[in-house]
């Protein structure tokens, strides 16, 4: 695709004269990797997680457009998520809150209807309580801890819980849950380990709904379904599992501005602390992107931009706002003030930023920053 004609067209509808980023959101992409994971999973359920802003494309619109596919569980980490997406959705949507329930918040979470993902006993005390002020049950979710150790109720909890369960009605558990910590591996033996203590506490608690796989976990087939996957990354175009081609289709688009162009001789540092000298003549375009706007620093020497196919390396440090590409590949003239160069896109996936910088998809994906001019296509 042209970035150039591509943008001028955008230019042209909604977008603002002038950014230095265009980030865009393809919605209809989006819902097409929600139907193939529903489709793949059919008759298990897709839930969605759409925690720090769905991975930075934008909780609402994002949610909304699930919503419009069939989506009705959403899944953030924090409370604060919960509430600020709550009016954006109809009320047939459910919210669950992945870290649980914070000590203060437990009646703002009744009253507005948000479910807490239990995690512990002192969890669950307060949330009964709560139930007992309020004089009604109220609704939740379990997590067990089945080798992650990180959220989800440990071993150790687990026969105190099942008592309490027997003795409160005052808590309706919507369904159990864990979640995997190599899913991404197919090869990974601890996916299986985990199954199994899962399925040992399916046998402790008997009659519960499970819910287990995240993206990667829904293409370790059947076994890891449940009755309600919990994707979020394959969601937003990024590979669930590590190697081999991945399935899901690119969401996002992202072209950054070039703010200078300059021909510098043989021998000349760039940016900061000097730290690259050319080893010959050199054309430079500096890009109007930096750390501050999600190129990671690890990024100078490694990564690339790209213009109509071209890769034109980053040299040097990436500054704050703004990191320097070599451009002596390109016809001389190719790239001026106000041109734009391709981050992600058809040449350069999310993976392929995240293994230059060393590092996840995930965090490419939540560190976008916000100087970019958004569109929703
Ligand atoms: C983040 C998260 C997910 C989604 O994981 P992906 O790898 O992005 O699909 C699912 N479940 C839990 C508990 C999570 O924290």
């Not at 489709?39 to 720090?52: D, F, N, Q, W, Y």
Request: glycine share 10%.
């Amino acid at each position: 695709m042209d970035s150039d004609i591509l943008v001028s067209r955008r230019r042209t509808a909604t977008i603002t004269q002038g950014a230095t980023g265009y980030l865009t959101i393809d919605l209809a992409a989006l819902g097409r990797n929600y139907s193939k994971l529903a489709s793949m999973l059919a008759p298990v359920r897709a839930g969605a997680v759409v925690k720090a802003d769905a991975y930075g494309l934008g909780a609402e619109r994002v949610a909304q457009t699930l919503y419009d596919q069939g989506c009705r569980h959403f899944f953030v980490a924090q409370f604060v998520e919960a509430v600020r997406l709550r009016p954006a959705l109809a009320k047939a949507a459910q919210i669950f809150v992945l870290n649980g329930l914070q000590p203060g918040s437990e009646l703002a979470c009744a009253e507005s209807g948000i479910v807490p993902v239990l995690n512990s006993l002192a969890q669950w005390r307060q949330w009964s309580e709560t139930a007992r002020r309020l004089k009604r049950s109220l609704p939740a979710v379990l997590q067990f801890d089945t080798g992650m150790s990180r959220l989800g109720f440990p071993e150790e909890e687990r026969a105190e819980l099942a008592a309490a369960i027997r003795d409160g009605a005052n808590v309706e558990i919507l369904f159990i849950m864990s979640h995997l910590a190599c899913a991404d591996d197919l090869e990974s033996s601890q996916n299986g380990e985990q199954i199994a203590e899962m399925a040992r506490i399916a046998d402790e608690f008997p009659g519960f709904d499970i819910s287990f796989a995240n993206s990667g976990g829904v293409f370790l087939g059947d076994a890891y379904h449940g009755v309600l996957a919990r994707p979020g990354i394959a969601l937003y175009g990024g590979a669930p599992n590590a190697g081999g081609k991945n399935p899901m289709e690119p969401v996002l688009r992202l072209d950054v501005a070039v703010v200078q162009t300059r021909t510098v001789p043989s021998g000349t540092k760039i940016g900061y602390g000097g730290a690259y000298v050319t080893r010959s003549q050199t054309r430079l375009a500096t890009i109007a992107a930096g750390y501050a706007d999600g190129l990671p620093r690890s990024l100078g020497d490694r990564g690339a931009v790209y213009h109509k196919g071209t890769r034109l390396p980053i040299v040097g440090r990436v500054s704050m706002d703004s990191a320097t590409v070599d451009i002596t590949a390109l016809p001389e003239g190719a790239l001026s003030l106000g041109s734009l160069v391709e981050v992600l896109g058809p040449n350069q996936t999310l993976e392929d930023v995240a293994g230059d910088a060393g590092t996840i998809s995930y965090e490419i994906l939540t560190g976008l920053g916000d100087r970019y001019d958004r569109h929703y296509c």
